[in-house]
């Protein structure tokens, strides 16, 4: 039947995820809900970022990414995560960004799920499409010595139909064997935006290099182990009853 | 190692604030400016409903969280959410919630049906409100999304005081009309007094 979910590894891209296009109805709601609520955060989110994200479980699963940015503050930026820039996009994941004055106080149990974006910043693999390089300069020289947290929870990169199991910690590309993209990928994202990955290479070599970069972060290139989560029964704590 | 439920050591110090950092520059709000001029935001467009409702911590309980969902309907059996902890423009994104009709649901391998929750109680008891949405124009479209599940993985625990995204994602769930499973009346207060409502039963 062509609608069962079946196993984890569902076939083929069409249909992700399963089920009969929206009604007239809904689409009205949507359209009426939008001009009547007030929706603030999503207002917020004013940036799009396309980039390259590896799966920290199995580092030959490299997806395109794309972000939809909201700056907080000079220290910290929220993503909502998706596979794709139109409109049918899935909702992949959430990958939160800070500054390296702020990664360094956090404990190191904490910055080994975090990754650093100094060499996607610096190989021109991280895009904002459309927006000239020269207005982007001086934020990219912040981003560069900034680390990310990325967890995606839909892997439509291996054709689950829906959102399945726990989510994935997610890592950047690195200048290693392990850590680099597929050059395939990347020409694939070039074509699509009209841009050059290699130009942009060396347009952002007079970015400065982050001075350091802390080895707790990309935790994978020193110590060939990532981590995965699991979902595990767990005794749930007991309530305080009500009065 | 990092768990849900533990949190994972000291919090950065300084002014409390969540998160920490100093305001946004002038630069800054420049390029933000300019990129949403310039760019195409079609996934964030399509975002479109906001729903405001409450979950708890399938680990513990007695924590429960005032949710903010902003959702965009795929097709007529898929929504994916964005979820704040607030409806401000400086709402923290706390994680992610999908939502399945009950025919995809009963689709899905076992294993996969114990990660999600149902709607119904939450939905039925008035405690899922669309602010400002009239009555009329939201019942029909909750009398579907009563029959939904849903899955939320919260990725960053701002009730607990975490200033920073910290440690794995936390699996949450749905209020249940059960002892362990009732929204806090507290919470349900506040919130309907923020929005003016009045606890509607449908």
Known sequence: ?243 | MASSDKSAGPMPPGDGSVPPGKAMTVGQSIVDKGAQMMQSLKPIQRMKLHACTFASYSHDMNRQIEAHHFITRLNQDFLQSAVYDSDDSSGRLIGVEYIISDRLFEALPSEEQKLWHSHAHEIQSGLWVNPRMPEMMQKSELGELAKTYGKFWCTWQVDRGDRLPLGAPALMVSPQAEKMGKAKPELVHKRDQKYKISLLMI
């Open chain 1, 1 to 243: 039947m062509e609608e069962t979910i079946g196993g984890v590894f569902a076939s083929g891209r069409e249909k992700i995820p399963p089920g009969k296009p929206m009604s007239m109805e809904q689409k009205m709601l949507d359209k009426g809900a939008q001009m009547m609520q007030s929706l603030k955060p999503v207002k917020q989110m004013n940036q799009h970022v396309c980039t390259f994200a590896l799966y920290s479980q199995d580092m030959a699963r490299q997806i395109e990414t794309h972000h939809y940015v909201t700056r907080l503050n000079q220290d910290f930026l929220q993503c909502a995560v998706y596979d794709s820039d139109d409109s049918t996009a899935h909702l992949i994941g959430v990958e939160y960004i800070v500054s390296d004055s702020i990664f360094e106080k956090l404990p190191p149990e904490e910055q080994r799920l975090w990754h650093s974006h100094a060499y996607e910043i610096k190989s021109g693999l991280w895009v904002n499409p459309r927006v000239p390089e020269m207005a982007l300069k001086p934020e990219l020289e912040n981003l560069a010595k900034s680390y990310g947290k990325f967890w995606c929870t839909w892997q439509t990169d291996r054709g689950d139909r829906l959102p399945l199991g726990p989510p994935s910690l997610m890592m950047s590309p690195q200048a290693v064997n392990l850590g680099m993209v597929d050059p395939v990928l990347v020409l694939q994202r070039d074509e699509k935006y009209n841009v050059s990955t290699e130009a942009l290479k060396t347009s952002r070599m007079e970015l400065a290099e982050p001075e350091w970069i802390n080895p707790q972060a990309d935790y994978w290139r020193q110590h060939y182990k990532c981590f995965a989560v699991d979902v595990v029964p767990t005794e749930m704590k007991k309530i305080t009853p009500f009065p």
